[in-house]
């Protein structure tokens, strides 16, 4: 099990953070990679590591200032929450079962998907 320097958790925290308040993004794109390359996780610690780092603070820092403003749709995110606790349940059972370098090559291809999806659609939105 690795045992990372507290400066590179900080600073782990720190992005993920920053980016996470700007974007929204933060367990799957920035904590997995940054724990696996940084920190020296395998791919099964990093996920189970980012999902138990998100689940305190995603409910209540950034999430509290959005619903201050008025930007929380409460029951899209009842929903969604009861869909994703049950499907992400399902998910991490499928996903103990796929060794981890088959699993970073599935979120490579996602997240390069997922980018190029991005970069195409503001290119056409730009002219």
Known sequence: ????????????GALAGALSG??????????VPAL????GFDQH????????????PVGAGATLEY???????????VVIALTLLVCAWF?????????GPY???MFGIFVTGLGLTLIYSEISKIG
């Not at 696996?36 to 920190?39: G, R």
């Not at 619903?67 to 899209?76: E, F, I, N």
């Open 1 to 12: 099990m690795a045992n990372p320097p507290l400066l590179v958790l900080i600073g782990i």
């Open 22 to 31: 700007l974007f929204g993004i933060g367990g799957g794109v920035i904590i």
């Open 36 to 39: 696996i390359y940084f920190a």
């Open 45 to 56: 610690l990093a996920t189970g590591t980012s999902l138990a780092i998100l689940l305190p």
């Open 67 to 77: 619903y201050r403003q008025g930007r929380v749709d409460l029951r899209s995110a």
């Open 91 to 99: 998910a991490s059972m499928a996903a103990n079962r796929v060794s």
């Open 103 to 105: 699993l970073r090559l």
